[in-house]
């Protein structure tokens, strides 16, 4: 199937275009052709890494025309463990309530370095207690400061992110997501069935940068545009790149082609991040659409 691309996209970028998406070898199998799913009832737990999903992720399920699409609920806590969701008080917890009520169809949290992690665990037995369909997505996100503290490649600065070895930064996130697969393999196998499930945000991130260092990211040069600060706080692109990859766990559809807001973003840029988005999630056979061999 063709691509289609925005008459006010020039022939330069149309090339550049057709180039980077081949360099991926896949046919691009846009939303539109596949059966539009019903909407999920979504519960988003989270640091700053992961707490602008919510708001990308209802923007992409208009443009997909999904049907019965609802925010449940948010619940923030910044630079948090999973577990500090599960030990907020309870007049101020939103999570438990909505998980005991049956609100909730997609319930996700983002991981913090320290795994495994209790809060992990407790929400999913409590989740599945009350709604034995619930799947729980938690987020691999990118690595703080680019990778642990002591190694070779840690930052101090944002702009030391431009001098960052794309293995390097590959290695740590390869690192935290195998612990993380190791508490979902533990989980499910508990459970008797597959309901925790990875978003490999990380991993399409390590992407970007590697595609931004190769000089195949239109409008950006350096992998310190990409952030704000050497934590790893981010601008539009990277923040777009996580949410289209949330939308794909949760929907298990492709977002090539799906026209949003492009703030930060023009649409050559989108369309890449969308493709990224779709090949690291659906190849990724923790985040539930690939199979996973036992």
């Given at each position: 199937?063709?691509?289609?691309?925005?008459?006010?996209?020039?022939?330069?970028?149309?090339?550049?275009?057709?180039?980077v998406l081949a360099i991926f070898g896949c046919?691009?199998?846009v939303s539109e052709d596949a059966k539009t799913?019903?909407?999920?009832?979504?519960?988003?737990?989270?640091?700053?890494?992961?707490?602008?999903?919510?708001?990308?992720?209802?923007?992409?399920?208009?443009?997909?025309?999904?049907?019965?699409?609802?925010?449940?609920?948010?619940?923030?806590?910044?630079?948090?463990?999973?577990?500090?969701?599960?030990?907020?008080?309870?007049?101020?917890?939103?999570?438990?309530?909505?998980?005991?009520?049956?609100?909730?169809?997609?319930?996700?949290?983002?991981?913090h370095l320290a795994i495994p992690d209790q809060?992990?665990?407790?929400?999913?037995?409590?989740?599945?207690?009350?709604?034995?369909?619930?799947?729980?997505?938690?987020?691999?996100?990118?690595?703080?400061?680019?990778?642990?503290?002591?190694?070779?490649?840690?930052?101090?600065?944002?702009?030391?992110?431009?001098?960052?070895?794309?293995?390097?930064?590959?290695?740590?996130?390869?690192?935290?997501?195998?612990?993380?697969?190791?508490?979902?393999?533990?989980?499910?196998?508990?459970?008797?069935?597959?309901?925790?499930?990875?978003?490999?945000?990380?991993?399409?991130?390590?992407?970007?940068?590697?595609?931004?260092?190769?000089?195949?990211?239109?409008?950006?040069?350096?992998?310190?545009?990409?952030?704000?600060?050497?934590?790893?706080?981010?601008?539009?692109?990277?923040?777009?790149?996580?949410?289209?990859?949330?939308?794909?766990?949760?929907?298990?559809?492709?977002?090539?082609?799906?026209?949003?807001?492009?703030?930060?973003?023009?649409?050559?840029?989108?369309?890449?991040?969308?493709?990224?988005?779709?090949?690291?999630?659906?190849?990724?056979?923790?985040?539930?659409?690939?199979?996973?061999?036992?």
């Amino acid at each position: 199937m063709q691509f289609a691309v925005p008459c006010d996209v020039s022939r330069r970028a149309l090339l550049r275009s057709a180039a980077v998406l081949a360099i991926f070898g896949c046919s691009i199998a846009v939303s539109e052709d596949a059966k539009t799913p019903a909407g999920q009832r979504v519960f988003y737990t989270g640091h700053s890494f992961h707490m602008f999903v919510p708001s990308q992720v209802d923007q992409l399920v208009k443009a997909a025309n999904i049907q019965g699409h609802k925010l449940a609920g948010t619940q923030g806590i910044g630079g948090s463990r999973v577990i500090q969701h599960w030990d907020l008080a309870d007049d101020k917890n939103k999570a438990k309530p909505a998980l005991i009520g049956g609100e909730v169809d997609v319930f996700t949290m983002a991981a913090h370095l320290a795994i495994p992690d209790q809060g992990i665990t407790n929400f999913t037995e409590l989740g599945l207690k009350h709604n034995p369909n619930l799947r729980l997505l938690v987020q691999e996100s990118w690595y703080p400061f680019d990778v642990p503290r002591g190694t070779a490649g840690y930052i101090t600065n944002n702009a030391q992110r431009d001098d960052a070895k794309i293995s390097d930064l590959q290695a740590a996130v390869d690192d935290w997501r195998k612990k993380l697969e190791s508490q979902a393999d533990d989980l499910n196998k508990t459970h008797g069935k597959r309901a925790v499930f990875i978003v490999p945000a990380g991993d399409a991130v390590v992407k970007l940068r590697a595609m931004v260092v190769d000089g195949k990211f239109p409008g950006v040069t350096k992998q310190s545009e990409l952030f704000t600060d050497p934590i790893g706080h981010c601008h539009a692109h990277v923040q777009a790149l996580a949410s289209y990859c949330n939308y794909v766990a949760i929907y298990r559809v492709s977002p090539v082609g799906l026209k949003v807001p492009r703030s930060g973003r023009n649409e050559e840029q989108h369309a890449i991040l969308q493709q990224i988005a779709w090949e690291t999630v659906s190849k990724y056979p923790y985040a539930g659409i690939a199979a996973k061999s036992e």
